[in-house]
C-alpha cells in the first residue's frame, strides 16, 4: 500500500513537470486537465509497455514511474522559469460549480474510503470476477 502512494506521488509529481514543461500557464482549469491527462497516460503508457515486455509487476512498475520522473525533474530543472509567478487557486471559490463539484467529488471520495478501511473485501474473487479481463487473465 506505501509502494501504491509512493508511486501515486511520483506520478504526480511527473505529470506536474511535463506539464509545466509543455503548458507554460498560470494554474487554471486547463493546466489541471492538462495534469490529469499526463497522469493518466503515464499510468496506462506504463502500464502496456511493461505488459508488452512481460515485465509487468509492482518493482518494474515503480522504477519506470521513478526514472520518467527522474527525466522530468532534470528536464524542468533546466529550462528557466519566472520565479514571479505564483499559484493562485482564487477560481475555485469564485465558481460554484467547480465548487459544488469538488465538494460531491470530496464527499463521494470520503464514503468509498471510509468504508473501504472499515469493511475490506472478504475474498478477491468477488471483485475479480466482476471486472472481465483480470477474470479471464486469472482463468487463462
Known sequence: MIILI?????ISLSSFFITRLLFSKQISIDFIIYW?????AQVILV???????????????FCAHLAICLIN???????PLPRTQQFNFSFIFENKIILFAIAIFLGFFSVKLWLNLINP???????????????TWIRN
Request: glycine share 4%; aromatic share 12%; hydrophobic share 55%.
Open 6 to 10: 509512493l508511486e501515486t506521488i511520483i
Open 36 to 40: 490529469f491527462v499526463n497522469f493518466l
Open 47 to 61: 502500464g502496456l509497455l511493461l505488459g508488452i515486455v512481460s515485465a509487468l509487476n509492482i518493482v518494474n512498475v
Open 73 to 79: 525533474f532534470i528536464s524542468f530543472r533546466r529550462m
Open 121 to 135: 473485501p472478504v475474498c478477491p474473487d468477488s471483485l475479480q470476477y466482476h471486472l472481465t479481463f483480470p477474470a
